[in-house]
């Protein structure tokens, strides 16, 4: 990866750690080293949110009931995956954000049958201002900046106030079942922006995809402002 200046001597000062293993890597600008990136096992197609199903992308899932389609980069139970994860939530490493976006952009650009240029908008999945002052940071945020630059995205599309989370909810992994998830985060998301949204082509981004219950949630949020259609694009999926 081509350093400029500026890069070369933030490694200098900081030297580069893999955000997997927490082993040497080359440089910030991409905290992955060769053998945690290689263990990363690519998913090769998209996936509908009612069956699972492996599906083409075409704009919608195969249950035209879901409203969205949604695509996952990698699995969760990937070990490599797993500590990356682990790493931004709860960390703070924050710089495992930027191979996790770069990631999500590869396996679109490998997978999908569409150009991510053309979306309108790029919708990190919002957290609550309670959340977001104890973390620090959104993670969703982190991962949407990093993946639109990969994407070719122009970064003003990443759209990090338009929606937020107007109510706090329990973290989602409180919840046992999927009716509980589900009711958890119904009506928790709303659009302070309604004319970035309207008649706008939108991709939601987020870190992991478990039951589905936060997307769906987001989803319908910005289809009842309006959105044309709605991708739902992570990192890893359980």
């Known amino acids: 990866m081509k350093r400029t200046a ?12 893999c ?6 890597t080359e440089t910030n600008r991409f905290p992955l080293c060769s053998s945690c990136n290689r263990a990363l096992a690519r998913n090769d197609s998209f996936f509908c949110p009612v069956c699972r199903n492996r599906i083409p992308y075409r704009g919608n899932a195969c249950h035209e009931s879901a409203g969205y389609a949604f695509g996952a980069a990698v699995d969760f139970n990937d070990p490599a995956a797993h500590r990356i994860i682990h790493a931004l939530k709860y960390e703070n ?3 495992a954000a930027i191979p996790m976006g770069a990631t999500i952009a590869e396996y679109v650009s490998a997978t999908a049958s569409f150009d991510p240029e053309d979306a309108d ?16 940071y959104n993670q969703s945020f982190l991962i ?3 993946f639109a630059r990969n994407a070719g995205i122009p970064s003003e599309k990443v759209l990090c106030r338009a929606v937020v989370k107007s109510r706090e909810t329990r973290s989602q992994t409180l919840c046992v079942t ?10 928790s998301f709303s659009v302070a922006s309604p004319e ?12 992991v995809y478990t039951t589905g219950a936060t997307a769906e949630e987001l989803a319908k949020t910005l289809k009842r402002c309006g959105a044309k259609t709605v991708l739902a694009l992570t990192f890893a999926k359980t």
Not at 6 to 13: G, R, T
Not at 178 to 187: C, D, H, Q
């Open 93 to 95: 490493r924050q710089y």
């Open 178 to 187: 999927v009716k509980e998830r589900r009711e958890n985060v119904r009506g």
């Open 144 to 146: 949407a900046k990093s």
């Open 121 to 136: 908008a790029v919708v990190p999945v919002p957290i609550h201002g309670k959340k977001l002052a104890e973390r620090g």
């Open 6 to 17: 500026w890069s070369f001597f933030e490694d200098v000062l900081f030297p580069p750690r």
């Open 19 to 24: 955000a997997g293993c927490g082993g040497e």
């Open 196 to 207: 970035k949204i309207r008649d706008k082509n939108i991709i939601i981004i987020d870190d």
